[in-house]
């Protein structure tokens, strides 16, 4: 795992409210959840063959980690 970055979050748009309004990183603060991540990532490298860099979007609700989107592409999130 090189990264994380959080979601700024939610705020009023006149468009919609659920607008990506862009991220910040690094996270340091990822425990407990850096060793489930890195399982996470190994198994979808060894599943899917995938090398380099690939990027998935997680929604953590309370204790909850969901998965929403795994992109085979280095993030914007990541700049």
């Given at each position: 795992?090189l990264?994380?970055?959080k979601?700024l ?13 862009g991220?910040i990183?690094?996270?340091?603060d990822?425990?407990?959840w850096?060793s489930?991540l890195?399982k ?6 060894s599943?899917?063959?995938w090398?380099?860099?690939?990027q ?11 998965l ?12």
């Amino acid at each position: 795992m090189l990264g994380a970055a959080k979601a700024l979050e939610l705020s009023p748009h006149l468009w919609s409210d659920y607008i990506y309004r862009g991220s910040i990183a690094p996270i340091n603060d990822l425990e407990p959840w850096r060793s489930l991540l890195e399982k996470f990532g190994n198994m979808v490298a060894s599943s899917t063959g995938w090398c380099g860099l690939w990027q998935a979007d997680l929604l953590l609700s309370g204790n909850d980690l969901y998965l929403i989107e795994i992109n085979p592409r280095w993030t914007a999130s990541m700049e």
